[in-house]
């Protein structure tokens, strides 16, 4: 009987140190350093031309592997493109059309209220190209991945080229601090002067980094400057109230302390 209940009380207290040697083990989520964002806060507004730089990483660097189902071409007119420039660049992709008369596969100039172009017909087709996962769209990234712009920020500039002395090495994978294992399929997709933008922005990994999340971030979410001036208004009129409610309540007690 003691050896059964010595048994029973080992027993015990080993399934009860199990889960917290396995919790003691996860490692804690890593958190980006938190950026200056202009859209940041209740009252934040996107910078256009950090918008348009942004756009155009997207357009030559990001697009070649990741779609953006959810935009169309017109909604770039959220970030200043004029009408013109909108048809040109829509004009300028090849989307695909309806099969012909015989079956084959036909494909068509762009139109400004067609969805972006993906890079890929389908995602099978995108998985069987890029060694079995599908890049991810980007449509909504920013808001589904955590800690959103400041992620996204740390991932594009968080490759290091050579990888750390003591970092594994594995054929075909790239070291970056802020993903899990430290190791990626995707090279690094920006190189200092990859780009040259119009304005005279120097197109620094960091610069090209920081426009292109600025441009997903409005992406996930293109009518927050709307939101926020609304939202600025609303706020200005209650204390316009606010004040006419104070003034006319001091008008009528004084009446009212004067009879």
């Known amino acids: 009987m003691m050896k059964n209940t010595r048994f029973l009380a080992l027993a015990a207290a ?19 350093p938190h950026q200056k964002w202009e859209f ?6 996107f910078d256009q031309k950090a ?6 990483v997207y357009d030559r660097i990001c697009s070649t592997c990741h779609g953006m189902k959810a935009l169309t071409y017109n909604d770039l007119s959220g970030i200043g493109m004029s009408e013109q420039a909108i048809l040109d660049l829509a004009h300028s992709k ?12 036909t494909s068509r100039p762009g139109r400004p209220d067609d969805h972006f172009r993906s890079p890929f017909p389908s995602d099978e087709a995108a998985a069987a190209m890029m060694g079995g996962v599908a890049p991810p769209d980007q449509s909504r990234l920013a808001v589904i991945q955590p800690h959103g712009a400041d992620w996204l920020y740390a991932f594009l500039t968080g490759y290091k080229m050579p990888p750390p002395a003591d970092a594994p090495v ?7 601090d802020w993903v ?11 190189m200092n002067g990859m780009i040259q933008y119009p304005d005279g922005t120097p197109a620094t990994v960091e610069q090209q980094a920081r426009d292109v999340t600025s441009f997903l971030v409005w992406a996930a979410d293109p009518h927050r400057n709307a939101r926020h001036r609304t939202g600025l208004w609303v706020v200005l009129y209650l204390i316009g109230l606010l004040v006419l409610a104070i003034a006319w309540k001091k008008k009528t007690w004084k009446r009212v302390k004067s009879q």
């Open 170 to 176: 594995v054929p075909g994978k790239f070291y970056n």
């Open 51 to 56: 918008l348009q730089r942004g756009f155009m």
């Open 180 to 190: 899990d294992g430290h190791l990626i399929g995707m090279p690094p997709p920006l």
């Open 14 to 32: 080993t399934f009860l140190s199990a889960p917290l040697t396995t919790l003691a083990a996860v490692p804690e989520p890593l958190v980006p």
């Open 40 to 45: 940041d806060g209740p009252f934040g507004q």
């Open 94 to 105: 090849m989307i695909a059309g309806p099969p012909d008369v015989s079956g084959q596969p």
